[in-house]
């Protein structure tokens, strides 16, 4: 099992450009999220799905969308970059979203918008 | 609002112990999460506690007080391998992870 993985790993944008980074888990999980990393911060929920078909904003949703049309994969897309945007994304999985479930990660995406 | 502190950095000596403190205020609690991230990779799980007390897995322990909103993590017989950032995380009332900035553990021979 490959677990939870990410594409692109790093990615360099100018301002008012568009991507979309990939999520895709291969543990039949239900959930799914999409965290972004700054130094001094702790990881800040964008969105997150509760299976395929669905999905919800967290704590920092402005400026990103995200779709999960199949149950293993969970988009996030920007369609206008921002320097603010420059961070460590990171996507998540857990099997449900309960008492003591784990979140596993996958190994990040490292964007710098110029 | 919700919040979680944890020191910044926190310095040892390979082979001691060390504790990494966090305290944490939620809308509802659910548990306390920690994680250990290694420089550029991604957080993996360390361990759960939801009831008051200690729980022991191996080298590494982690406390809960739930009256006091205050959990530790214990690290025995240090490794240079154990430099890391340290991140707690409590769950609150929507099963929703709220995360502390991490404690970057450094790890001196």
């Known amino acids: 099992n490959a677990g939870v993985t990410q594409t692109p790993k790093f990615r360099v944008l100018k301002t008012g450009q568009s991507m979309t980074l990939l999520c895709a888990q291969d543990?039949?999980?239900?959930?799914m999220y999409w965290y972004r990393q700054d130094p001094g911060m702790g990881l800040r929920l964008i969105h997150y799905s509760v299976g395929e078909g669905t999905t919800a904003k967290g704590e920092v949703p402005d400026g990103y969308n995200v779709s999960r049309l199949k149950k293993q994969n969970f988009l996030l897309g920007l369609e206008s970059a921002a320097p603010s945007q420059t961070s460590v994304y990171f996507c998540?999985?857990?099997?449900?979203?309960?008492?003591?479930?784990?979140?596993?990660f996958g190994p990040g995406t490292r964007l710098l918008v110029l | 609002g919700q919040n979680i502190d944890q020191p910044t950095e926190m310095t040892a000596t390979e082979g001691a112990i060390v504790q990494i403190n966090c305290t944490y205020q939620?809308?509802?609690?659910?548990?306390l999460f920690w994680y250990q991230q290694h420089a550029g990779e991604a957080p993996t799980f360390l361990s759960y506690?939801?009831l008051d007390g200690l729980e022991e897995k191996g080298r590494f322990s982690s406390f809960l007080s739930r009256s006091k909103g205050y959990s530790y993590l214990l690290l025995k017989e240090l490794q240079m391998k154990d430099s890391a950032s340290y991140l707690c995380a409590a769950m609150d009332s929507n099963y929703q992870l709220i995360w502390g900035a991490g404690t970057k553990l450094i790890i001196k021979p």
């Open positions: 939620t809308s509802g609690f659910n548990g």
């Open positions: 998540a999985s857990s099997l449900h979203r309960d008492l003591e479930e784990t979140q596993y």
């Open positions: 506690n939801v």
């Open positions: 543990m039949n999980h239900e959930y």
